[in-house]
């Protein structure tokens, strides 16, 4: 499969969607006052986009973002943790021989 300009404008909005939702998580439990109503909002922002996509996406064609964004986006984001993850540990062990 090849990557196509509609695929990655794809990812980018799950991916918006998600660090929305995560953020704003993140900022209404350690905020107080305005800042947790603004995370309170980034959540339910990252919540909309994201469930309108899937929906939008789910009816056009079922299964698309399963086959298509979910397992190849696992496959590149286990590939690449998985390469930092080696890097790293190679990096240390350079470090801890010198």
């Known amino acids: 499969m ?3 300009w509609q695929l ?3 990812i980018i909005l799950i991916v918006f969607a998600l660090v929305l939702f995560v953020l704003g998580v993140f900022t209404a439990y350690f905020g107080s006052g305005k800042s947790r109503i603004a995370g ?3 959540l339910l ?3 909309v986009v994201g469930l309108v996509y899937i929906i939008y996406r789910h ?5 698309y973002f399963t086959n298509v964004i979910l397992i190849p986006g696992l496959a590149y984001i286990g590939g ?6 080696v890097a790293f540990l190679l990096f240390l062990l350079v470090i801890m021989k010198t």
């Open 2 to 4: 090849t990557i196509t």
């Open 8 to 10: 990655f404008g794809e």
């Open 40 to 42: 309170i909002s980034l």
């Open 45 to 47: 922002a990252g919540l």
């Open 59 to 63: 009816m056009n064609n079922p299964g």
């Open 80 to 85: 690449a943790i998985i390469g930092a993850i």
